[in-house]
């Protein structure tokens, strides 16, 4: 069992009886010299959806819950809930909006690598590819002979998230965007 401390974000642990997945983390360090550190998780239960912010000391142990990856594919939009196909047996796995709300951001109907978060045979959250492919719907035109070192300017994405990219990209290209940072990566091949 590990400590608070090893805890990392979407981890499924239990708590009071209930499962949660982990979907934040912050380190507190309190300034005396007597102070340990506090992890501060901002938890969802599994199943319900509901929130709950608790504190940790770093070597309080936590019993964690096995979870298993499968590969999905974006189906389509029902409701609030997002509906989720599996690669393999092709079972659709039906997640509300509020609950992948950060993960939206970096998929679309073409998104692959996508993974599906199931702890004991419900889902609970989808795990992204380190990066993604998204393609730039609005941006301020590209400036000829800007370098690729240069300044940056904004840019929407299709699923709406915005990002910093060169100024030489366009609108109406595919480009690589990293899904931990939110940051431009390269064009797309």
Known sequence: MPKASEIKKNAAVEHNGKVYLVKDINKLTPSGRAGASLYRMR???VGTGAKADESFKADEILNTVEFTRNKVTYSYLDGDEHVFMDSEDYSSYFL??????EELMFIAEDTKGLQALLVEGEPVGIELPAAVELEITETDPSIKGA????RT???????????????YIASGERIK?????????????
């Open 96 to 101: 509300h909006k509020d609950t992948i709300s």
């Open 147 to 150: 370098s690729a070192s240069a």
């Open 177 to 189: 965007v990293n899904t931990a940072e939110s940051k431009f990566i390269s064009r797309a091949d």
């Open 153 to 167: 300017k904004p840019a929407t994405l299709s699923t709406g998230l915005v990002v910093q990219v060169p100024e």
């Open 43 to 45: 938890l969802y239960e």
